[in-house]
Nanobody, 125 residues
């Protein structure tokens, strides 16, 4: 059974930093594209940052470029999102997603199949 579990969400002041983690089980992590998405009530889910199965290609939505960094540790089967200089508009539930490498890589438009339950990030002004 595939499991995707996010952690690291918290309440932080604007300008602060957080690191989200996404641990996985039941899949061969190294063979999966991975991504971070976020959603706030009443809004569509947004692709924040995604990384190809090789780790060689990454995608960032414009609003987080220069502030967020996605990385993966295949040995630990874990995906990370380092978030610096956080802004109130970054407040959202953050979700981790996984998709096998045979699926066409389209950045965060990749058709991700496995999703976690989310971790809440709240940035106060």
């Amino acid at each position: 059974q595939v499991r995707v579990l996010e952690s690291g969400g918290d309440l932080v002041q604007a300008g602060g930093s957080l690191r989200l983690s996404c641990s996985t089980s039941g899949l061969t992590f190294a063979n999966y594209h991975m991504g971070w998405f976020r959603q706030t009530p009443g809004k569509e889910r947004e692709g924040v940052s995604c990384i190809s199965w090789t780790g060689g290609t990454t995608y960032y939505t414009d609003s987080v470029k220069g502030r967020f960094t996605i990385s993966r540790d295949n040995a630990k089967k874990t995906l990370y999102l380092q978030m610096d200089n956080l802004k109130p508009e970054d407040t959202a539930m953050y979700f981790c997603a996984a998709e096998q490498r045979s699926t066409e890589w389209l950045g965060c438009r990749t058709s991700f199949h496995y999703w976690g339950q989310g971790t809440q990030v709240t940035v106060s002004s």
